[in-house]
């Protein structure tokens, strides 16, 4: 089985941890968040990274998600899967919740499928038009300003 590497500035890792953990709480094993502190050197994020993806099953492949392309953590997240661990490590910038949902949804696949997979419920996340209104209850007309009724209460 595959795992999850977050590494994303302070605190958005972490909370995407445990927004995915209410939908998948059997994942808690299979992913690992590390927030990037502002005033922390890249070498002390790196080591940090290192030591988050060491605590991930050998035996696997890891995905490791990022927040920003080109920022402090992607940095760090490149210079993770350019090391030995390369081989058994894909890296993916532009992380949202849909993305890592659907990451830890077919973390049962082989490592390159489970990349295309994120990926795709990433930018499905916030491409799908929704259309989001504002409805009174039940479908009913929104009642006149004036409208002694709403103020029934206080005779």
Do not use: W
């Not at 998600?65 to 532009?94: E, F, K, M, Q, S």
């Amino acid at each position: 089985m595959n795992t999850v590497l977050l590494i994303a500035h302070a605190p958005l890792a972490h909370a995407l941890r445990e927004a995915a953990l209410h939908v998948f709480p059997d994942a808690a094993a299979d992913m690992v968040a590390l927030d990037v502190q502002a005033q922390d050197a890249p070498e002390t994020s790196l080591a940090a990274a290192r030591a988050a993806l060491a605590r991930l099953p050998h035996d696997a492949g890891a995905l490791i998600l990022v927040d920003i392309c080109g920022a402090t953590p992607c940095n760090v997240a490149a210079r993770l899967h350019d090391g030995a661990a390369g081989a058994r490590t894909r890296l993916l910038a532009g992380v949202n919740l849909p993305m890592l949902l659907r990451a830890l949804t077919y973390r049962h696949e082989p490592l390159d499928s489970m990349l295309q997979k994120a990926q795709a419920g990433g930018t499905q996340g916030i491409t799908t038009p929704v259309t989001c209104t504002t409805h009174p209850p039940q479908h009913q007309p929104p009642r006149a300003s004036h409208d002694q009724e709403r103020d029934h209460h206080q005779q």
